[in-house]
T-cell receptor, first 113, second 114 residues
Framework: EAQVTQNPRYLITVTGKKLTVTCSQN?????MSWYRQDPGLGLRQIYY???????DKGDVPEGYKVSRKEKRNFPLILESPSPNQTSLYFCASRVGVNVQPQHFGDGTRLSIL | AQSVTQLDSQVPVFEEAPVELRCNYS??????LFWYVQYPNQGLQLLLKYLSGSTLVKGINGFEAEFNKSQTSFHLRKPSVHISDTAEYFCAVALGGNTDKLIFGTGTRLQVFP
């Protein structure tokens, strides 16, 4: 089954404690992306990657890092999380041709205390 | 600035009634347009997309949308809704044909009542 898998699905942690949210896709997609969803703001793009070792900033990259060492994985790293990063996070992927739709994971709900 | 506006944050409707969810965008360049649906505790699923050609686009689950360039709108419609259509709906725009950076609206919560 084609899917985008995020882990963990839920996490409560404290300010300053480094965390990583993993994202893996089994569709051999070139493009992957991270979004955060906040009430009243919709989805905002954090980072995206066109292929292995190619990443670029989205609209709200501050406080986040990403890496793309393998095609299937695109982890989101919060080196020093803060309460304003409490949000619902989604990973998405699509084939390289940009008219194709993005496939989304089921989301990761992060709470930073 | 380029933006996407979903005018209604919530739309309550009775089962089997028609519904329209509104989406307007502002852009000085050509656009691709999308509607996504988000069911509770799930990710976003593509309902339909407009890239070019016919301005009336049909999607999954009986939904359709019409691209109106002069009014910069892409409203989503369904002639008869079901309880199972209860979800959050997002309009999204790709500017200049570049879907690497989608701009999402703030979402419309459709609540269908029996």
């Amino acid at each position: 089954e084609a899917q985008v898998t995020q882990n963990p699905r839920y996490l409560i942690t404290v300010t300053g404690k480094k965390l990583t949210v993993t994202c893996s896709q089994n569709m051999n997609h070139e493009y992957m992306s991270w979004y955060r969803q906040d009430p009243g703001l919709g989805l905002r793009q954090i980072y995206y990657s066109m292929n292995v070792e190619v990443t670029d900033k989205g609209d709200v990259p501050e406080g986040y890092k990403v890496s793309r060492k393998e095609k299937r994985n695109f982890p989101l790293i919060l080196e020093s999380p803060s309460p304003n990063q409490t949000s619902l996070y989604f990973c998405a992927s699509r084939v390289g041709v940009n008219v194709q739709p993005q496939h989304f994971g089921d989301g990761t709900r992060l709470s930073i205390l | 600035a380029q933006s996407v506006t979903q005018l209604d944050s919530q739309v309550p409707v009775f089962e089997e009634a028609p519904v329209e969810l509104r989406c307007n965008y502002s852009s000085s360049v050509s656009v691709y347009l999308f509607w996504y649906v988000q069911y509770p505790n799930q990710g976003l699923q593509l309902l339909l997309k407009y890239l070019s050609g016919s301005t009336l686009v049909k999607g999954i689950n009986g939904f359709e949308a019409e691209f109106n360039k002069s009014q910069t709108s892409f409203h989503l419609r369904k002639p008869s809704v079901h309880i199972s259509d209860t979800a959050e709906y997002f309009c999204a725009v790709a500017l200049g044909g570049n879907t690497d950076k989608l701009i999402f609206g703030t979402g419309t919560r459709l609540q269908v009542f029996p």
